[in-house]
C-alpha cells in the first residue's frame, strides 16, 4: 500500500511537471510567432500570472459559494464535527472549517491552499445516508486530499489550464490578424514565398498553439484521476479500516441522484464524479473517458479491497 | 587552486545546512511526540468530565438501574486514580465496558432514548472515544517515524552527537486491543 502511495505521488509531479512544459512550450510558440513581440509575450505572462495569483487566494471560498455551502455549526452536526476532530488527531492536521450543503444526493469535497485555510464540504444528503464508519471513510478522503496537498495541486492544475488556455488564445488572435510578422518578413508565408524551415515551424506551432488548451484538459483530468486513488489510499491510513470507505463508495456508486449545485468547474472537486459517467462500452468510450475528472467507482472499491 | 577551495567551502555549507535540517526535523519530531501524548490525556480527561453528566441524565429515567449506573463511576474513578501505563490501559478498558452496558440501558427506557441530552452525551462520548484512539495511533505513527529517523544513516550520527533517545510505542494489551468504539 505504501508503495501505491509514493508510485501515486511520483506521478502526479510528473504530470505536473508536464503542465509546466506544456505552459513553457506554449510562451515560447508565442513568442516565435510574434517574431519577438517580447512585449506582447510579457503582457501575455502577466496578464496570466495575476488571473491566476487571484484565483489562487479566491479559490475556495469561490468553490464554497458555487456549491452553495453553509457553514455548518458545531450543536447541530456534533457527529459531523466529532469524526473529523477525531481524524485530524490522527493525522495532526488542525481542524478544517467545516460546511453543508443542503442538498439529497451524497457527495462531498475539501477546498483551499493548505492545511491551515481548508475546508470541507459535505451534502446533507451524505449526513444522512451514511453510518459513523461510513462517513468517516468519506471525510478521511477528504482529509487527505489537504493533508497530500491536493486541494492546492487541483488549484495550480486549474489556473494552469487557464494560463495555457489563455496564452493560446492570445497568440492564435495575434498571428490571425498579422501582428507577428511586421518585424520579420522572412517569417511571412502569406504571399506562399518559399521561408524554409522557419515556415514550417511556425505553422506547426500555429497548430499546436490551437490543440494546447485540450492537452491541458486531458492532463488536469489524468493528474485529479490518480488524486482521487491516492486520496482513497492515505484516506484509509487514517482510519485503518478499509471496510468502512469500502460501504460507502458502494452506497455512492448505487445512488443515481445528483448533485445539483456543481459545475464543470468544481466537478474535480468531489469525491464522486458529480456528472454522469460515461458508459464503459461504445465506440468513443476510450476517448472520453480522458475527460473523466475521476476514476471509475470499481476500479477505486477493487483496489480498496486488495488491502 | 581556487577551484578546489571553492568545492571545497561549498561541500561544508552544504553539509553544515544538511545538520542544521536534520537536527530540526528531530527537535520538531520530538516535540510532536510529547505533544500527542499531551493529547491522548486530554481526550482521557473529556472523557471523565463527560461521565457524571451521562449518569446524572440516565438516574432521571431509570434510577433502579444501581448496579450499571455504580459500575460506570467506579471504573471512572478507578481511571483518574489509575497509576503507570498498564493500570490506565486496564482502568480504561473497565470504562469502556461499563459505558458500553450504559448505552445497552437506552433500548430498555424508550423516554432515555428519545431525551436529547442523552443522545448528545451519547454523540459526545463515542467521538472522544474514536478521538481517544486516533490520538494513540498518532502518538505511535509519530514515534515510529522518530525512531526510524534516529536509527537510520546518516541522521543516526547527528542523533547519536546530540542524545536523541528512541521512544516507546503505546502498547495496547490484548484485552484493549478490540474496537473501542461504543456499540450500539
Redesign the interface.
Known amino acids: 500500500m505504501y508503495d501505491q502511495v509514493t508510485a501515486n505521488k511520483r506521478r502526479s509531479w510528473l504530470l505536473v511537471g508536464g503542465f509546466g512544459l506544456l505552459v513553457g512550450l506554449v510562451i515560447a510558440i508565442v513568442a516565435l510567432l510574434l517574431g519577438g513581440g517580447w512585449i506582447g509575450v510579457v503582457v501575455a505572462v502577466a496578464l496570466a500570472a495575476a488571473t491566476s495569483v487571484v484565483a489562487y487566494w479566491r479559490s475556495d471560498a469561490v468553490a464554497l459559494r458555487m456549491s452553495r455551502a453553509v457553514p455548518a455549526p458545531a450543536e447541530e452536526y ?2 459531523y ?3 473529523v ?3 485530524c ?4 492536521l488542525p481542524k478544517p472549517r467545516l460546511y453543508v450543503i443542503d442538498d439529497p444526493a451524497p457527495n462531498a469535497f475539501a477546498t483551499g491552499r493548505n492545511p491551515r485555510t481548508a475546508a470541507v464540504a459535505v451534502t446533507s444528503g451524505l449526513l444522512d445516508t451514511m453510518n ?1 464508519i461510513e462517513l ?1 471513510g468519506v471525510l478521511a478522503h477528504e482529509l487527505s486530499h489537504i493533508k497530500n496537498y491536493d486541494i492546492l495541486v487541483s488549484t495550480l492544475a486549474v489556473t494552469m489550464v487557464g494560463v495555457v488556455g489563455l496564452l493560446a488564445d492570445l497568440g492564435v488572435r495575434l498571428r490571425w490578424w498579422g501582428l507577428g510578422r511586421t518585424r520579420h518578413h522572412d517569417f511571412d508565408v502569406h504571399h506562399g514565398g518559399n521561408s524554409g524551415p522557419l515556415a514550417v515551424f511556425s505553422v506547426l506551432g500555429f497548430g499546436l498553439l490551437a490543440l494546447s488548451p485540450l492537452a491541458a484538459t486531458i492532463m488536469q483530468r489524468a493528474v485529479n484521476r490518480r488524486r482521487e486513488t491516492l486520496a482513497d489510499l492515505s484516506g484509509v491510513e487514517m482510519t ?1 479500516y478499509p471496510p468502512g470507505l469500502i460501504s460507502a463508495l458502494e452506497k455512492l456508486r448505487d445512488d443515481s441522484t445528483v448533485v445539483h449545485a456543481t459545475s464543470r468547474a468544481t466537478a474535480h472537486l468531489w469525491i464522486e464524479q458529480p456528472s454522469a459517467q460515461t458508459e464503459p462500452e461504445g465506440k468513443l468510450s476510450r476517448w472520453n473517458r480522458m475527460f473523466d475528472t475521476h476514476p471509475p467507482m470499481e476500479e477505486r472499491i477493487a483496489l480498496l479491497r486488495e488491502l | 587552486m581556487t577551484i578546489v577551495l571553492i568545492v571545497i567551502v561549498v561541500l561544508v555549507v552544504l553539509l553544515g545546512i544538511y545538520a542544521i535540517a536534520s537536527y530540526n526535523g528531530l527537535v520538531s519530531l520530538r516535540n510532536r511526540i510529547e505533544n500527542a501524548w499531551a493529547q491522548i490525556d486530554v481526550q482521557l480527561k473529556r472523557r471523565y468530565d463527560l461521565i457524571p453528566n451521562l449518569v446524572e441524565t440516565v438516574k432521571g429515567y431509570a434510577s433502579h438501574e444501581r448496579e450499571t449506573l455504580d459500575a460506570v463511576i467506579t471504573a471512572r474513578n478507578a481511571g483518574i486514580n489509575a497509576s503507570g501505563p498498564a493500570e490506565q490501559a486496564q482502568a480504561e478498558n473497565a470504562i469502556t465496558g461499563a459505558l458500553k452496558s450504559l448505552f445497552a440501558l437506552s433500548e430498555a427506557y424508550p423516554d432515555l432514548k428519545a431525551n436529547q441530552n442523552f443522545s448528545q452525551l451519547q454523540e459526545e462520548l463515542t467521538g472522544t472515544e474514536g478521538r481517544i484512539a486516533y490520538a494513540r495511533q498518532f502518538y505511535n505513527d509519530t514515534v515510529y517515524r522518530y525512531n526510524t529517523k534516529i536509527q537510520s544513516f546518516p541522521s543516526n550520527v547527528l542523533a547519536n552527537a546530540f542524545k536523541f533517545s528512541e521512544r516507546e510505542y503505546f502498547q495496547a494489551d490484548d484485552e484493549s486491543r478490540g474496537p473501542t468504539q461504543v456499540s450500539f
Open positions: 456534533a457527529r464535527h466529532n469524526i476532530e477525531g481524524l488527531i490522527a493525522s495532526g459513523r468517516e485503518r
